[in-house]
Antibody, heavy 113, light 112 residues
Framework: QVQLQASGPGLVKPSGTLSLTCAVS?????????WSWVRQPPGKGLEWIGE???????NYNPSLKSRVSISVDKSKNQFSLNLSSVTAADTAVYFC??????WGQGTLVTVSS | DIVMTQTPLSSPVTLGQPASISCRSS???????????LSWLQQRPGQPPRLLIY???NRLSGVPDRFSGSGAGTDFTLKISRVEAEDVGVYYC?????????FGQGTKLEIK
C-alpha cells in the first residue's frame, strides 16, 4: 500500500516561499504515475496545484503557474512543492497524492507575519 | 477551465435511506483517448480525501458496494443505496480529462 507524508514549515511569512516535501513509501516514485499537490483552504473546497511524473514532466494550474515549481528526487523517493510570493490567500492544508488514488494526511501551512 | 457543479450542496439523509449527488461539467469529459476521467472522492471530517469511484463507475477496491457511479458526457451521479453513519462527510466530483484538473464545490452529507 502506497503511503504519502507531506512535511514542511507550518508558518510562512507573506512574500516568502512555501516549501513542502512529500515522502513516498510502500512503492517507488519511478512508476508510470503522476504525483500531485492539492490544497484546501480552511473550511473550503479542493484546488489542484500541479503534478509531476518521474521523468520530470510537469503540469501546473495556470492560476498558480507563475509561482509554482514541483520537482522530484528519485534517490529519496520524494517530490517537492515550492510556491513563491505567498499571501494570506495561500493559507491552506496542502495534500500530496498519487493521482487521485492515494493521499497523504495533509499539512497546514499558514501565511502570516 | 472545466467547471464542475454539484447539487445539492447539502444533503440531510435518514440512516438506511438512499442518497444521490449530481455533478455536471461545463464541457464533455470524454478524453481524446476515449476514456472519461470523472472520479468521486469522500472526505470525512479531519481526513484527507479518499477515492471512491473512478472513470464514472469503477469502485476502488475496498469501497462498499452501496456506492455506485453513473453518467456520461457532462452529467454524472453518485448514489449511496443505504446511508450508514460512517458515510457522513463531504463528497467531491473531480475531472482529470482536461488540464487543469478541477473539483466540484463539494456536497455535505449529514444524518437527519
Amino acid at each position: 500500500q502506497v503511503q504519502l507524508q507531506a512535511s514542511g514549515p507550518g508558518l510562512v511569512k507573506p512574500s516568502g516561499t512555501l516549501s513542502l516535501t512529500c515522502a513516498v513509501s510502500g512503492g517507488f516514485i519511478s512508476t508510470n504515475n503522476w504525483w500531485s499537490w492539492v490544497r484546501q483552504p480552511p473550511g473550503k473546497g479542493l484546488e489542484w496545484i500541479g503534478e509531476i511524473h518521474h521523468s520530470g514532466k510537469t503540469n501546473y494550474n495556470p492560476s498558480l503557474k507563475s509561482r509554482v515549481s514541483i520537482s522530484v528526487d528519485k534517490s529519496k523517493n520524494q517530490f517537492s512543492l515550492n510556491l513563491s510570493s505567498v499571501t494570506a490567500a495561500d493559507t491552506a492544508v496542502y495534500f500530496c497524492a498519487r493521482e487521485r488514488t492515494y493521499w497523504g494526511q495533509g499539512t497546514l501551512v499558514t501565511v502570516s507575519s | 477551465d472545466i467547471v464542475m457543479t454539484q447539487t445539492p450542496l447539502s444533503s440531510p439523509v435518514t440512516l438506511g435511506q438512499p442518497a444521490s449527488i449530481s455533478c455536471r461539467s461545463s464541457q464533455s469529459l470524454v478524453n481524446s483517448d476515449g476514456n472519461t476521467y470523472l472520479s468521486w472522492l469522500q472526505q470525512r471530517p479531519g481526513q484527507p480525501p479518499r477515492l471512491l469511484i473512478y472513470k464514472i463507475s469503477n469502485r476502488l477496491s475496498g469501497v462498499p458496494d452501496r456506492f455506485s457511479g453513473s453518467g456520461a458526457g457532462t452529467d454524472f451521479t453518485l448514489k449511496i443505496s443505504r446511508v450508514e453513519a460512517e458515510d457522513v462527510g463531504v463528497y467531491y466530483c473531480t475531472q482529470a480529462s482536461q488540464l487543469p484538473y478541477t473539483f466540484g464545490q463539494g456536497t455535505k452529507l449529514e444524518i437527519k
